[in-house]
């Protein structure tokens, strides 16, 4: 494993500036998102529409190169998405963390899961897969508002 | 034996990490073992193994002499009194444990207050937490200075008539700050107070003598201290031990047993209930011997050089910022860099094979007063050289460059 694999230029941008790093104005959902073992922190603002569909999505917070790019990159795919394309692609990307090759989803372009797939060099770091799904578990959280804050240690990657 | 020479008694620094030497850095959290210690848990098992105390065969009396010699080793290393004042834990966290529950448990009543300072690791504030809950007492933090220090004024400060002990770090794990524990010990029993200390960071570098710091409590982890994992000290001082109730209870610990009631056995076995970490406590005294080899003077000159060298090295360093600036400062450095996550930057100096700590360190209350999230922290033992210190600034600027 490369340390250039992790640190990909797309990372890098995305960790220096992140897209969407702001707070939905008149935002339906929301959740946090904290890892205690590193001090991670994310709040996910959603718009729904009447339909359903991702008006808008935000997110504030502090974090490493990693879950920063990660949320960006999240939040920059999700927008205009319906709930339940949202919920596919959450799934389709958690699973490739985890262990799949590639992403299946057919719902985002090529370029996008190019875009994505930049964040598989995590599965290299045990200890840093975290990082790349905080935000991604908090958006599941948001959507479902089953919990207020999620803590991710309790969690499965 | 030659400072020089300590690292070959480590076999992991003979390993590579991603192709590169191991430039451990990470001591504070944990410290690499010498291969007397790992020789001596291997011929424990293979050759002399027993439960001690119980049974009167060959092996067992043996082995039972092998882990009391540990307790003499130990009193002898940090100048206690007494043999029996040693306890064996599974850890330096147990140890406070130990205390914190027993202690509160006879002494404590609601609107009680318990101080403890800024500094302290969670494991020197959690189990006092439990006694927040369960009898309503308080807990005061005396304040953390600009330089990362806990001073003997702003202990007085926080000192009421309700308070009934002190519990302070002896060396803090991210400023490296060393705290004056005589002189507080002093003004605390002036006052009527008992003082534990948390000597987890300062028992590998710094020499102690209980008779002469006059604490009542002092806790240490003995995997940081070239020792075995699963396995910590609590000195106290006997009186608080005969008077202190058990903490756990079970076999090895008793006296006489009834039907109707239960008499507790003699010191120290009154806290040690259960098989205790037998192979690990007589490997042990191989890490005391290892200590006593080099010298305390030797271990605290050679790390003493290191600190400073490693402070200007990084102070020189645009862009890192040393976290805390202590007058009296142990074997920590910690920084940040700019706006790089420490997490990021641990992760760039693996891949050089330099190992450090990112994180909050197990000191929430005190990053939360930094107004930091995180820290990286390089932390040195006993075998780390100059060299070592050049390679984690040559590996900073390479993780500079990769954000910049």
Redesign the interface.
Known sequence: MN?KE??QEII?DH??NPRNLRKTDNFNKDAKGYNP?????VHIYLKLNENKKVEDISFEG?????SMASASIMTSLIKGKEEKEVKEIIKDFLEMIKEKESLNTKLLEEDEKTKLMCLSGVKQ?PM?VK?ATLSWHTLISAIDKSQNEINIKSKEI | MNIDDIKKEFPIFSNKVHNNDLVYLDSANSSQKPLVVVDRIYDFYTKEFSNVGRSVHYLAVAATNLYENTRTSVQKYINAKDKNEIVFTKGATEAINLVASTFGQKYLKEGDEVLVTELEHHSNYVPWHYLRKSKGIKIEFSEVNENGEVTLESIEKKITKKTKIIAITHLSNVTGAILPVKEITKLAHSKGIPVLIDGCQSAPHLKLDMQDLGCDFYAISCHKMYGPTGLGILYAKKKWLEELPPYQGGGGMIGEVKKEDITYGDLPNKFEAGTMATAQVIAFNESIKFLNKIGIDNIIKHENELIEYGQELLRKNNSVKLIGNPKNKGAVLSFTIGN?????IA??LD?DGVAIR???HCC?IL?EKLGL??TARASLGVYNTKEDLDKLNSSINKCKK??E
């Open positions: 340390l992790l640190y890098l960790g220096k073992l590193c001090g991670d922190k502090q974090g490493c190169a990693i770091y840093r990082c | 790089i996550h420490p997490h990021d992760t760039i891949e990112a994180g909050h929430q990053h999230v995180a990769i954000f």
